[in-house]
């Protein structure tokens, strides 16, 4: 048995939801954890404050349906793997549907306190601005999309490859009290009930044609932020900026972010909106709502007039208004192996978005892995990779090799940032898809709906198996 106590630290760059996951997950397997984070010596343009795990853009961890939404599933392999990111985003969950959002102030407290409490933990405000030294051993760079400009060209100097980037754009919070209720309304979409939820969990505000128009022609015409130096580099379209939408099309926003399906307007029932405006509840004294899918780089001063054009938003008063920063992220199935190691120097591994996944829970369960691989690798341990039938799995996939590789027609590699999603877990078996008794036509949604449900729940019973529950 291995003799705790004499085990060398872990070093891990970066206190993000990755950086946070793995020094958790690193800790509790009984060895000890540096965690090198630069806020509070070095600011960002997108952080507010200088809490681990702070939430920059959206503070929902979207789906918490973990039966049929492969957001959900890796919510609930995390669970399962003792993940502190998803205890405290459960101890802090505000209402919001059919998906997980947490009290953003809360939650970030609540990690800072839970790593600062650990015995094997150590927390060190610094910058580090090159790769870390080789005498620090294992380490885990999770410095995320907001990585220093320093560290980034240290990164690219030793790959010897470019590092890709994205814009990342963030939307705008609304206090409560300047919305207009007798124009809006509350109701999740087709009333779904989620975690913490009542099904009238999202302030509604209502478009028709004429209003719908007009606001997309003022998006297209506003007054957006310049690229500078940044001009070329590509959006992840699970982020766009919602101006951007709307230049892709008069109707793209109709069907993306404001679309008015499963919606009825409460003051005016018989009259279908033609399009809606989304906010969901930001923090848990319901005091501030966040306006979905509403990334965006228009200038300040563009964005208050713009979006008091919405019915209900009127006289908005903004808590924060949006804005844009840059992600930069790593050519991952080129650069990493299975168990998220750089090639050129396996001690050093690479969690969170930087490895090119998108999205607060894929970073934290990316830096989950990372950390148990780190922590098995110290102990002299099997590094045990979790079944490519899990979401867990499926996401290390796509990261370290699942992407297919092509070139684009400037014959730079192609690798993307990437959501979870069932597209990336392996088919089911020929044959599991069987027309339930009594059923007439089983084709479309129905075998669709089926078909998640079995891949989530081969992936639950999969994951628990891996981790020995």
């Not at 306190?113 to 030294?133: F, K, W």
């Not at 008091?308 to 938003?313: E, F, S």
């Not at 089911?428 to 089926?450: H, N």
């Amino acid at each position: 048995m291995t003799d705790r106590s004499s085990l060398s630290p872990i070093h891990i760059v970066g206190g993000g939801l990755a950086g946070s996951e793995a020094a958790w997950q690193v800790a509790n397997a009984g060895v000890p954890v540096i965690l090198h984070e630069m806020r509070g010596v070095r600011g960002t343009d997108a952080h507010k404050t200088d809490g681990l795990a702070e939430l920059v853009c959206s503070n929902s961890f979207r789906s918490d349906d973990a039966t049929a939404n492969a957001v959900g599933v890796i919510h609930a392999e995390m669970r399962l793997a003792g993940s502190l990111i998803m205890a405290c985003a459960d101890r802090h969950q505000v209402p919001a549907g059919g998906a997980l959002a947490v009290d953003r102030d809360g939650f970030s407290a609540a990690v800072t306190e839970a790593l600062d409490a650990h015995p094997l933990i150590t927390i060190v405000r610094e910058e580090i601005t090159g790769l870390p030294p080789e005498d620090w051993g294992l380490t885990i760079v999770a410095t995320g999309p907001l990585t220093s400009p320093s560290l980034a060209e240290a990164i690219s100097a030793e790959t010897g490859e470019d590092a890709l980037a994205f814009f990342d754009a963030i939307a705008p919070i609304v206090y409560r009290d300047s919305i207009d209720m007798s124009v809006c309304w509350y109701q999740s979409r087709y009333d779904k009930v989620g975690p913490g939820g009542t099904g009238k969990d999202y302030i509604n505000c209502p478009m028709d044609e004429a209003q719908y128009n007009a606001f997309v022609d003022a998006l297209i015409a506003g007054d957006a932020v310049g690229f500078k130096e940044w001009e070329g580099t590509p959006y992840f379209d699970g982020c766009l900026p919602i101006e951007v939408m709307a230049e892709r099309g008069r109707e793209t926003l109709r069907h993306g972010p404001m679309k008015p399906m499963g919606l009825t307007n409460a003051h005016n029932p018989t009259v279908k909106p033609y399009a809606v405006v989304q906010l969901r509840q930001d923090n848990a004294l319901g005091t501030l709502y966040n306006m979905v899918g509403f990334q965006t780089k228009l200038r300040y001063g563009a964005q208050a007039e713009i979006f008091r054009m919405i019915p209900g938003l009127e006289q908005a008063e903004f808590a924060r208004l949006g804005g844009l920063h840059r992600n930069t992220y790593i050519h991952s199935p080129v650069l990493l192996d299975p168990s998220l190691r750089l090639k050129s120097r396996p001690a050093l591994r690479f969690a969170g978005q930087i490895t090119g996944c998108e999205g607060y829970v894929e970073s934290a369960s990316i830096g989950l892995l990372a950390g148990r691989f780190a922590a098995a690798e110290r102990k002299g341990e099997e590094i045990r990779l979790p079944p490519a039938t899990t979401a867990l799995g499926s996401l290390l996939n796509h990261i370290t090799g699942g992407h297919i590789v092509s070139e684009d027609e400037s014959g730079k590699r192609s690798f993307q940032p990437m959501n979870i999603n069932f597209g990336l877990f392996p088919e089911l078996q020929p044959g599991s898809l069987v027309k339930p008794e009594g059923v007439k036509r089983f084709r479309g949604k129905d075998k669709t709906i089926m078909k998640r449900q079995l891949i989530a729940a081969r992936a639950l019973e999969d994951c628990r198996q891996w981790l020995g529950l």
